[in-house]
């Protein structure tokens, strides 16, 4: 829905608003005026129900609003005298319409100064539970968001089993744009397959005021713009699932990219403006190797563990003697070469392979029209900025051909070798919004923008900011004590330096507060004797 269409829906809710419930106001006494003046008249009806006039702005807050709407009903029912069961189910089941009714067919009574406190324990148990999901869903909306390392892309920074906080609030937090969603949950049922959430109606794109842009270096948390998958590393590669945008598949990468700026990779660095893009200290690029030994027998257990290596390693074609190792350290190479085994090793796959790995790959790299790109050599390319305006090429086409149709939903097309944008013949398109070039730091087994292209600026989610909690997935269960990585406990994840667990601090503080605290009840409960 475009924002003209919600304007005339918000005028339609005002006028069944007043409709149903002019009468209603005239006997809390009111004037039968102020229940159609919009906004005006929900801090009113606060006033009627004897609600806080800060509930009104839950009623603006999507997904949050979903919640309220039955709140406020049942509270109107209440307010004047219908209390019984049967009229909290209608209201609710008849999506406030029953209010019409208590309106024009009977002669109720304004009750003035109602308790608000539930008359059962039920009652107050179901007002409990509605206030904590509605805080919870502010917070997870708005301000901070859980969040699973689900691959290794950023190994060594973030690990698989990593759980995260994710601030909403560094780059501004995003409304949502689904309406009508389950809260809390992102696209799916719990223990189904099905939709948490419907595609219409739906909000124009909107980001509250941040407090810092994406920089260099930051690991973010976005939506995949080529919608979502149905699993992550999906082998059978099925097509994409249309979504809308804050629904899509959760990703996360560090940004290498960003508006306006060219990007050139060779032999797998990264180049920004033609010079070569600087890593901060925590993260550790990794890339395959192929490792050639003399053909005495590697212990490849213990080897893995040395070098703490979670992608694994093989042997090439059945050939003993030739290894590949999926993500190596530039420190990981340094120990194997000093082994007097090992003959050489030599970053990317055996030559023998490389020409069969050339031809799978070249078609699945962005733009997927230059055949002779691949994950380690691609480029120049040029990331769009908001208000740019680029020329329009034969060669340039497909690399913007998504940004402009698909984030930017103008009509695109090409007839006679000419483009066509919204039925008008150009060469020229200045673009709406940003882009950035997000990539993972093990280089060779992440799927990222060198695979799908840029990620638009409506698609940033949130930046990672602290390590709650982490847990090995290659340990059972059974083992949970050993299962938890307690080095990572309450550790941060952005910035330069050691990652420091802030775990012990926690701790202290907890048994300072649960120590301070039963020490006050025991010196309330000894003062109250006397």
Do not use: C
């Amino acid at each position: 829905m475009t924002m003209s269409q919600w304007f005339l829906f918000f005028l339609l809710v005002q006028v069944i608003h007043f409709l149903g419930t002019w009468k209603l106001y005239v006997k809390a006494g009111k004037k039968s005026w102020e229940a159609i003046v919009p906004v005006y008249n929900a801090v009113v009806l606060m006033q009627i129900i004897n609600r806080p006039k800060w509930w009104v702005i839950l009623l603006f807050v999507p997904i949050v609003n979903l919640i309220m709407f039955p709140v406020i009903w049942v509270e109107t029912l209440r307010s004047f005298g219908k209390n019984k069961t049967v009229d909290t189910i209608l209201g609710v089941v008849t999506l406030g319409l029953y209010i019409y009714y208590i309106n024009y067919a009977t002669d109720v009574k304004y009750v003035e100064n109602r308790s608000t406190k539930a008359a059962t324990s039920s009652g107050e148990t179901v007002s409990s539970i509605l206030f904590a999901v509605v805080v919870a869903t502010v917070i997870h909306t708005y301000v901070i968001q859980p969040y699973t390392i689900p691959t290794s892309s950023l190994e060594k920074t973030l690990l698989v089993g990593d759980f995260l906080f994710v601030s909403k609030f560094h780059y501004g937090a995003r409304t949502p744009v689904t309406t009508v969603a389950l809260p809390m949950v992102h696209d799916t049922l719990p223990f189904t397959k099905k939709n948490s959430y419907l595609k219409k109606p739906h909000l124009p794109y909107f980001r509250l005021p941040g407090f810092q842009k994406v920089q260099h270096n930051d690991i973010v948390v976005f939506n995949w713009p080529t919608d979502t998958v149905y699993q992550f590393n999906d082998p059978l590669r099925r097509p994409a699932v249309d979504k809308p945008i804050d629904k899509k598949t959760n990703y996360v990468k560090r940004a290498v990219g960003l508006p306006g700026e060219n990007l050139t990779i060779k032999d797998g660095d990264v180049y920004i403006n033609n010079e070569l893009f600087k890593l901060n200290d925590r993260a550790k690029l990794q890339f395959t190797y192929t490792v050639r030994t003399d053909g005495t027998p590697l212990d490849l257990n213990s080897i893995i563990q040395r070098l703490d290596l979670r992608e694994g390693v093989t042997y090439y074609n059945n050939d003993p003697k030739t290894l590949i190792f999926f993500a190596l350290t530039d420190e990981n190479v340094e120990v194997l070469k000093s082994m007097s085994q090992i003959l050489s090793v030599t970053k990317g796959y055996p030559e023998e392979a490389k020409e069969y790995i050339q031809s799978m790959v070249s078609t699945m790299i962005f733009p997927h029209n230059q055949p002779t790109w691949n994950e380690d050599n691609l480029g120049p390319l040029h990331i769009p900025a908001k208000g740019e305006t680029i020329t329009l090429t034969a060669e340039n086409f497909p690399m913007y051909k998504r940004a402009i149709q698909v984030y930017e939903g103008n009509k695109l097309e090409v007839k006679n070798g000419q483009i066509y944008i919204n039925d008008i013949a150009t060469d020229k398109y200045t673009f709406q919004q940003d882009y950035y070039f997000m990539m993972g730091d093990n280089r060779n087994r992440s799927e990222d923008s060198r695979y799908w292209g840029f990620v638009p600026e409506d698609h940033i989610v949130g930046k990672p900011v602290f390590i709650w909690l982490s847990l090995d997935q290659n340990l059972p269960w059974s083992k949970a004590i050993d299962k938890i990585r307690w080095d990572r406990m309450f550790t941060t994840v952005n910035g330069n330096g050691k990652q420091t667990s802030y775990f012990p601090y926690f701790l202290v503080a907890m048994i300072g507060l649960f120590g301070y605290s039963t020490y006050k009840k025991r010196k309330d409960k000894k003062n109250s004797k006397y």
